[in-house]
């Protein structure tokens, strides 16, 4: 086909393959550079503020009603003189510890 097409075509199609050629090499090497760039903008894992949100919350609100409740519920059984009232308190208070202080055991354990 190449014997069909007069030379100043040749010079044509060879100076836009070129320039393709030099447009593609160029647009990879930007995204080569800008993409670690790009990525490192963030701090840390895009995962860290979700999962820090729910640790505030499980150790925070939640534990603190819950082990609410659980000490409402177990002073009306120690009250009522239930059976095993004395033995759900304990239960009752350690839950609630751990509940509540969860994370300073954390910090404690592996210094997270």
């Known amino acids: 086909m190449n014997i069909l097409l007069s030379p100043t075509v040749r010079r044509v199609i060879a100076r836009r393959q070129s320039l393709r050629q030099l447009l593609t090499r160029l647009s990879i090497t930007i995204v080569v550079i800008a993409f670690p760039v790009l990525a490192s903008a963030q701090s840390g894992s895009p995962f ?6 729910l640790q505030n919350l499980f150790t925070g609100t939640i534990a603190r009603v819950a082990s609410l409740i659980a000490i409402v519920i177990g002073g009306y ?27 300073n055991v954390l910090n404690w354990l592996w210094g997270i």
């Open 48 to 53: 860290d503020s979700g999962l820090t949100s």
């Open 77 to 103: 059984q120690f009250a009522h003189g239930e059976p095993g009232a004395k033995k759900t308190l304990a239960g009752v208070a350690a839950g609630t510890g751990i509940a509540v202080m969860a994370v």
